[in-house]
C-alpha cells in the first residue's frame, strides 16, 4: 500500500543524499512503503502527529546499514533528538531519547522503563496511540531539549 510523501523540514543534504540516498523525508517514505502491513500505517501515523506536535521538527535517518536495507531508522529531532521510530515484527517502537526526565501523566511510555535515560512506546497490531497525548510528550522534549541547550549555553 503507497502513501502519499509528508512534508516535513529536513535538515541539508549530506552524504547520503550524494550516494542517491535521498533526503529523510524520502528515505522515512521509503521505509514505511517497504512496510505494507499495519506497522506502515502506524509508523505514518506517529510520524504525522509528531509533525503537527511542534513546526520546527527535523527529519533525520541515522543508522544506515544492510541489515536494515540502508533504510536506516526515522529520528525526529529539535536542539537535539526527540525520538526514533523503529519497526519490529511485533511492535513499532518510539524511544524518547531523554523520556526518563519527560512526565507522562497519560502512561504512554510502556517499555524501556528500567533504564536512567531512555522511554519507549510499542504500539502493537490493533492498538491506537492517543495522539493528543503522544504530541504532548514531543512537545514536552522539545522543551526539554532547549532548556537543556540553553542551560549549556549559560554555564
Not at 524520502?26 to 505514518?44: K, S, V
Not at 503537527?52 to 525526529?76: C, F, Q, T, Y
Not at 504512554?108 to 522511554?119: D, I, K, Q, V
Not at 519507549?120 to 532547549?146: S, T
Request: charged content about 30%.
Amino acid at each position: 500500500m503507497k502513501r502519499a510523501a509528508m512534508t516535513m523540514k529536513n535538515s541539508t543534504t549530506g552524504p547520503e543524499d550524494e550516494k542517491g540516498g535521498g533526503s529523510p523525508s524520502q528515505l522515512i517514505d521509503a521505509r514505511i512503503n517497504t512496510l505494507d502491513d499495519w506497522r506502515g500505517e502506524t509508523l505514518a501515523r506517529v510520524r504525522s502527529l509528531i509533525q503537527e506536535a511542534h513546526p520546527d521538527i527535523v527529519e533525520e535517518v541515522k543508522w544506515r546499514k544492510p541489515s536494515n536495507a540502508m533504510l536506516g531508522v526515522p529520528v525526529w529531532e529539535h536542539s537535539g533528538i526527540i525520538c526514533t521510530g523503529e519497526t519490529y515484527k511485533a511492535v513499532v517502537k518510539l524511544t524518547f531519547a531523554k523520556g526518563a526526565s519527560l512526565d507522562d501523566p497519560s502512561g504512554l511510555f510502556n517499555a524501556s522503563l528500567e533504564g536512567n535515560t531512555r522511554r519507549a512506546i510499542d504500539i502493537r497490531e490493533g492498538e491506537e496511540i492517543e495522539g493528543e497525548a503522544l504530541k504532548a510528550l514531543v512537545r514536552a522534549a522539545v522543551a526539554l531539549n532547549i532548556s537543556t541547550k540553553t542551560k549549556a549555553r549559560s554555564a
